[in-house]
């Protein structure tokens, strides 16, 4: 087997972890975390995210969360995956923020079809709220979205696309 060394920085975060079986609700919630943040699994051996210092921070307390409720975490920087090329790997990302975006658009397109008495006045449904993590997680155009929407849903975005997914 042949080793090589890349000096780039990894593009790739992998969260690891285990919780014990007796603990549900907190199972449950950083499941929930996990999906807020967009992060992809990888059958059952982790969560992985682009890295960036946004990215690095959520895995970051997402692990001491899960070692708070008597569980193992770890973060870990990869450059790869042996058995996941980088590009199908980009794919997944891209497929999975596809189908958000649909569903935040199908959710614009109704409250856009409200008469204006009827629109709920600077609120956002339960749906749009949770989509901008995952939009601002990956921050990239993909088929059949706009960079639009998820610039729209937070004006403080000033981040550029993530070159490793994008």
Known sequence: MAVTSQSSEAPWL???FSLPAKRASERVEIWRKLQRYGTLPLRSSGYV??????????????ATAIRDYKGQASVVQAQGFDDLP?????QRFLEARA??????????KKIVGLPPS?????????????AAP???????STPGSSRGIATSMSSSNTRKPNPAIC
């Not at 995952?134 to 990239?140: A, E, P, V, Y």
Request: hydrophobic share 35%.
């Open 134 to 140: 995952i939009f601002l997680s990956t921050n990239c």
């Open 49 to 62: 995210l682009p890295n960036s210092a946004l990215n690095q921070e959520r895995m970051e307390w997402l």
């Open 118 to 130: 009827r629109r709920p006045a600077g609120k956002s449904s339960r749906r749009t709220r949770g």
């Open 99 to 108: 189908v958000d975006y649909q569903k935040l658009l199908h959710e614009a």
């Open 14 to 16: 992998l969260l690891v």
């Open 86 to 90: 980088g590009e199908r790997l980009k």
